[in-house]
């Protein structure tokens, strides 16, 4: 099973590679495939919880850790094809994070991710644009298209089928894995610390929840998180849980906080995949 974006990052894939991990991995022997970009691995590699996101990059450590509870494996390395074939050792279902279609045999299962805010991001190929193909290509190749929206978005109309999936913020994890609500950080002084893809999609989920930062810090997407600059103190940073894989506790003297984001698998399709697969979750 191959879960792709059309744009290069910022479309929410891998959070809806990690919910059909656990829907999928608590009757059956999935393993996913995570992106080895910024990993430091020449061959094959099941990343463990305790792997630094430095090694196995910093997609590969979120899912690891996420998944170590539902007793999932996470693969990494170079070479996709080398990948697959070590990967088919230790399951029966592999789930593909970045990979949209193959060939010369097709995927059992082929589901683009889009954004509801920009589904197709720029509209055009880089160097002009963020496109990885063109919207019909891309729209060719799938089985389902899955559109990601958030509690305040509409679906867009793309004049194609679309499974809707639901997400959003339900709230934050401290380092030491206590969950607080989102309504509990409303009137907090916090920061917001990023090294992602289109992170004015997290504030602005974040502003629509009632939360306003006190602070902005941007990075490169899967870049290393320098010294914190000088501005306003803050309660506590927050994160999303793949940047949580490259911060420690605290970053310049506040918490770290990871964003617990919630995906909302839409029955049909969980139906639709079970039956291609030829398993019931």
């Excluded at 196995?56 to 494996?73: F, I």
């Excluded at 089985?143 to 305040?152: E, F, K, N």
């Excluded at 916090?190 to 090294?195: C, I, K, N, Q, Y």
Aim: proline share 9%; charged share 20%.
């Amino acid at each position: 099973m191959g879960v792709g974006g059309a744009t290069l990052g910022g479309a929410g894939k891998t959070p809806v590679v990690l919910e059909l991990a656990r829907v999928f991995g608590a009757t059956e022997r999935v393993v996913v495939l995570a992106s080895a970009y910024s990993a430091r691995v020449s061959q094959p590699l099941r990343v463990l919880p305790e792997h630094p996101a430095r090694e196995v990059g910093d997609e590969g450590a979120w899912l690891a850790r996420a998944l170590a509870p539902h007793g999932v494996p996470v693969v990494v390395g170079r070479n996709r094809q080398q990948l697959v074939d070590w990967a088919s050792r230790l399951g029966d279902v592999l789930l593909v994070d970045g990979l949209l279609q193959a060939a010369p045999e097709p995927l059992s299962a082929s589901l683009l991710v889009l954004d509801a805010g920009a589904p197709f991001g720029a509209g055009h190929c880089p160097p002009a644009g963020d496109l990885r193909a063109s919207p019909g290509r891309c729209l060719a190749l799938a089985d389902r298209v899955l559109t990601l929206v958030g509690p305040a978005q509409t679906v867009p109309a793309l004049g194609h089928p679309v499974d809707v999936v639901r997400h959003g913020w339900s709230g934050v994890r401290t380092h030491d894995g206590l969950r607080l609500p989102v309504k509990s950080l409303r009137g907090l002084a916090l920061g917001l610390l990023l090294a992602i893809a289109r992170p004015e999609r997290v504030l602005r989920a974040l502003q629509q929840t009632g939360i306003e930062p006190r602070r902005v810090e941007l990075h490169t997407d899967h870049g290393e998180f320098p010294a914190p600059r000088r501005g306003p103190p803050v309660d506590a940073w927050l994160t999303t849980q793949k940047c949580a894989t490259k911060l420690g506790r605290q970053y310049g003297g506040a918490p770290v906080w990871a964003l617990d984001h919630a995906v909302e698998l839409p029955t049909p399709l969980v139906a639709w995949l079970g039956e291609r697969l030829g398993r019931t979750p």
